[in-house]
């Protein structure tokens, strides 16, 4: 018997294109406050090499290259954890159309 074959729905797979499209601006824009010869992937803590100020010039970065504005809740301390997270919560947020990464 051949094993099934799921395909996953077409926003699943957009989903994942969108978080990675969202881990590479994250790394592009942290990188910068990082201190350099850190490894920069997907569970690069963030939370414990950034302060406070440096997460709030992340946000307006972010803002500024996607050109948007981030509501009060959309971005907040558990979401630096590592650039994953944080990437995930960028694609968990509805922005319009064109300001997408």
């Not at 094993?3 to 797979?13: C, D, F």
């Not at 910068?32 to 090499?49: H, I, K, N, Y």
């Not at 009060?72 to 997270?85: A, G, L, V």
């Amino acid at each position: 018997m051949r094993p099934r074959i799921v395909a996953l729905p077409t926003r699943k797979w957009d989903k994942i294109a969108m978080a990675n499209d969202y881990q590479t601006l994250v790394v592009d824009i942290v990188s910068p406050f990082l201190e350099s010869g850190v490894d920069l992937s997907g569970r690069t803590p963030l939370a414990e090499q950034l302060d406070s100020l440096e997460m709030v010039q992340v946000i307006l970065a972010l803002e500024g290259r996607l050109g948007c504005r981030f509501g009060p809740t959309d971005i907040q301390f558990d979401h630096f954890e590592t650039i994953d997270t944080l990437a995930r919560q960028l694609a968990s947020i509805r922005l319009p159309n064109a300001a997408r990464a």
